[in-house]
């Protein structure tokens, strides 16, 4: 009788004459790549894919090369048509990717790009499917969920293990066990965990234990419920991750132990933190990472000096974090202003600067509908600073503008960014170029002075879906200017973009005459990608989005130069 080993290496097996159905790329290795794979029970947004990233950190800084996925259950087939009010913002990775916004946690914590590769929704896996299905790849079969769409799911965790050559390969399921959307990838992993063999997968199940005021005690038995459902899947959890607002009693994780056959020393508690960069810390403290080693027969791998030199560094980092540090108020101007997972990287990239510079940055958010020049001074009287992020449409723009100007005549820190950089050339070209019908074709189509137009490249394929230049391209700095100071004096720099309009190339002379300095364009096209005005004691906008690449040990230079300008201002 054939096994599943054998059966390994005969990958794709489709001839109908058996069961299996387990197609491989070209020379991966069964057993090889670990994987540590994390589920959400009770709710969603707890935090999968911060615990995991935490972890996943612990494993790099040992030595160990890791590579996160997450494994959407939504059917569309990148989030770039997602509405970051319902779902958090768009993370734009190098290779143009509109990922979920957790790419951005992960990006952040390993410090490290990351690609397509490492983000997969439904709709990618049952596109593939449907392909396959066409082409005749299935050979008569009928298509099923299993073995097909979990093969298939399988079969991009295995490309993944096997083209980045992953020691560990971290998979973040959407969602919570029991979505009717993501029983397949719960599936595929209970099939995974049994073709790879012993020591190969750990299942984490992350839960939340209730605390309700009415009670004052911690209650176990939604998570209990929870790792249930889980078990009723087939898959026994390695480590269940407690989530709660206050550190998990030793009674509650006696409770959940014995109710799902977890050692009670991997039932951890990941209660709320000032910072989720202390969080690798608290899973350090636990042992999970040692824990997590063992399980997978990974103990000889690593290098110990490594993480002490890693650990320091980044510990250099997190003291900071409970220093007392000067406060600041940051404004920032925007739509989605009640939900501030749509303005997640821009947080991020203010915290890392803050804590670097030693500035405690709130943050005022400023709904711009009414907003006008004569009561802008209301708004912005009591912020240091002032940011306009990016956004599409028409709403509170007028607004916006007003705040730009305010910015800009009062020497109030600005940035700027991509809307917020088109904002700032409208505004110029408006109240210091007199061009009074100055705007963007995208607020009003039919404007007079166009100052801010669609691509020529993305005119010709609008309409289309996913019609914007988008993803990392270089910038070409020019010497002497505030851009070139804060990037270290380069001169060809590396920025993400997600937008469809730009500067229109026939004002960029009128604009410069009149004091504007773009200090950043792009090689080979006249596409501006930074502006600055000297004189000002901080004015810079960019068509980029610098906040997706800022990270804890090496914040971004932009906002760097915010919070610095900001602080100088509130502390002269
Ligand atoms: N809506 C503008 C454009 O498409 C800005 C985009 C953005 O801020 N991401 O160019």
């Known amino acids: ?306 993480e002490r030199d890693e650990w320091a560094k980044w510990c250099s980092f997190t003291d900071k974090i409970s220093q007392t540090k000067k406060p600041l108020t940051i404004g920032i101007t925007g739509k989605y202003t009640s939900v501030r997972d749509s303005y997640a990287s821009i947080i991020n990239a203010l915290e890392h600067a803050g804590i670097t510079l030693g500035g405690d940055v709130n943050i005022k958010w400023i709904e711009t509908t009414n907003v006008n020049d004569g009561n802008a001074a209301e708004y912005l009287r ?3 600073g002032i940011i306009v992020p990016g956004g599409f449409g028409v709403r509170g723009t007028e607004g916006k503008i007003s705040c730009v100007k305010y910015a800009r005549v009062n020497n109030l820190p600005y940035l700027g960014i991509c809307l917020g950089f088109q904002i700032a050339v409208i505004e110029y070209a408006r109240n210091v170029c007199g061009l009074k019908d100055a705007n963007s074709t995208e607020i009003e189509p039919n404007c007079k002075e166009p100052v801010i137009n669609i691509l020529p490249e993305q005119k010709k394929i609008e309409g289309l879906g996913g019609n914007m230049r988008l993803g990392g391209y270089d910038v070409i700095l020019k010497p002497q200017t505030l851009a070139w100071e804060l990037f270290g004096k380069s001169e060809r720099i590396r920025m993400r973009f997600r937008h469809r309009y730009e500067v229109d190339p026939r004002y960029i002379e009128k604009l410069e005459k009149a004091g504007m300095v773009f200090s950043g364009k792009a090689p080979n096209y006249p596409i501006m990608q930074i502006l600055e005005l000297p004189g000002h004691p901080y004015f810079i906008g960019t068509q980029a989005h610098p906040c997706l690449t800022s990270r804890p040990l090496r914040p971004q230079p932009m906002f760097l130069g915010l919070v610095a300008a900001s602080l100088r201002k509130k502390y002269p």
């Open 1 to 306: 009788m054939k096994n599943a080993n054998t059966l390994l290496s005969s990958a794709g097996d489709t001839s109908g004459e058996n069961e299996y159905f387990i197609p491989m790329p070209k020379g991966y290795q069964k057993g090889k790549t670990k994987y540590i794979i994390v589920m959400g029970t009770v709710m969603s947004g707890l935090g999968k894919g911060i615990f995991s990233s935490c972890l996943a950190k612990l494993l790099l800084d040992k030595g160990l090369k890791v590579s996160p996925i997450k494994l959407e259950g939504y059917l569309n087939v990148d989030s770039g048509t997602l509405n970051p009010f319902r779902h958090g913002e768009v993370f734009v990775l190098d290779d143009g990717m509109e990922c979920d916004m957790d790419l951005g946690t992960y990006e952040r914590m390993l410090d490290h790009d990351l690609s397509r590769l490492n983000f997969c929704t439904s709709g990618q896996i049952y596109n593939s499917v449907l392909n396959k299905e066409r082409h005749g790849d299935y050979l008569g079969r009928d298509v099923q969920m299993i073995p097909h769409v979990t093969g298939e799911v399988k079969l991009r965790l295995r490309t993944l293990a096997h083209d980045s050559r992953a020691d560990v390969v971290f998979v973040e399921i959407g969602g919570t066990v029991g979505d009717l959307e993501n029983a397949f990838y719960i599936e595929a992993m209970r099939e995974l965990a049994y073709e790879e063999g012993p020591n190969s997968c750990c299942f984490v199940a992350l839960t939340y234990i209730l605390e309700p005021n009415t009670l004052g005690e911690q209650k176990s038995k939604a998570a209990q419920l929870g790792i249930r459902e889980l078990m009723q899947s087939g898959v026994q959890p390695n480590i269940v991750a407690c989530r709660c607002s206050n550190p998990v009693s030793e009674k509650v994780r006696q409770k959940i132990s014995v109710y799902s056959n977890v050692p009670i020393n991997r039932v951890v508690s990941i209660h709320d933190s000032a910072s989720i960069y202390t969080i690798p810390a608290m899973l350090r403290e636990a042992g999970l990472d040692f824990e997590v080693l063992r399980m997978l027969k990974l103990e000889d791998k690593i290098n110990l000096r490594k």
């Open 382 to 384: 009591d912020v240091d």
